[in-house]
């Protein structure tokens, strides 16, 4: 079983994701396939007037401000996503579902109702953020629809227990996903070559790093990186065997990670 999110930045490509995934599971491979939007929910907010914001933890995790109109295009954008990432796979013969962490209660966690952030230098509370983390997976579902043939592709949001749509990390969600479904290897395909020594310097590419070494290295992660180290982390520590931090810029993006190109955390 193999786990393949999809990075939501400018530069990916898809086709050759795609590509890969189609005949990677025609050669029996199960995938489950998971995306977020940052980069379509940037620019359909601009679109739209709501131009995108974003906070900073006191720990230094940046994340989307996610108010109600914000969560309604992130769904939007998420959405169109999704389609396309299904319109690509039956294009090719694979028989793709395209789901949200809401159907189902597929990822199912807690709003929170209070966020520290960082503003001008001083801490400060939001308590109108539909953010939240999954804590769990609905994995009863996905055994059910690869048992019948497809192929699930997922997207966020994911679905609070108070029942309303949460804006969740989709690294992190994955992360969960590849854990419940005991996963062999998890993929965080990107639009860099893997983790940086010295980013944007693709030439500093980091090619392991051992579980026991994580926070080590994570010093080294900048922007969203962050997050796919910390989902790399957290996959491990749940027992999956392996995550590879790769390139979805490239062709064959899933096998040549699957070899080892990208970061390898195991």
């Avoid at 939240?132 to 609070?160: F, M, Q």
């Avoid at 996963?183 to 026991?212: M, Q, W, Y």
Wanted: glycine content about 10%.
């Amino acid at each position: 079983m193999i786990v393949v999110k999809i990075g939501g930045s400018e530069g990916v490509n898809l086709d050759a994701v795609c590509t890969d995934a189609a005949a990677l599971s025609k050669s029996g491979s199960r995938l489950v396939i998971v995306h977020g939007g940052s980069h379509a929910t940037n620019t359909l907010s601009q679109q739209l007037g709501h131009p995108a914001k974003f906070i900073t933890s006191p720990s230094g995790h940046a994340s989307r401000r996610t108010d109600r109109k914000t969560l309604d295009i992130f769904q939007m954008a998420c959405g169109l996503m999704n389609q396309a990432i299904v319109e690509r796979l039956q294009s090719r013969g694979i028989n793709a579902i395209g789901l949200s962490g809401l159907d189902g209660r597929l990822w199912e966690g807690e709003r929170k109702t209070a966020i520290r952030a960082i503003e001008d230098g001083r801490t400060v509370i939001i308590r109108d953020d539909f953010t939240g983390t999954v804590d769990r997976v609905n994995v009863a579902l996905l055994h059910l629809l690869l048992e019948a043939g497809y192929t699930p592709v997922l997207a966020p949001p994911a679905i609070s227990t108070a029942n309303e749509p949460i804006n969740v990390d989709a690294d992190r969600a994955a992360a969960q996903t590849a854990a419940a479904l005991r996963a062999d290897s998890l993929l965080l395909l990107s639009n860099v070559k893997g983790l940086l020594r010295s980013f944007p310097d693709e030439t500093s590419l980091i090619p392991t790093v051992a579980r026991d070494a994580i926070e080590e290295f994570a010093q080294f992660a900048e922007g969203r990186m962050k997050k796919k180290v910390l989902g790399a982390g957290e996959a491990l520590q749940a027992g999956v065997r392996r995550v590879i931090i790769g390139d979805a810029r490239i062709e064959q993006p899933i096998s040549r990670a699957l070899d080892g190109a990208g970061t390898v955390f195991q």
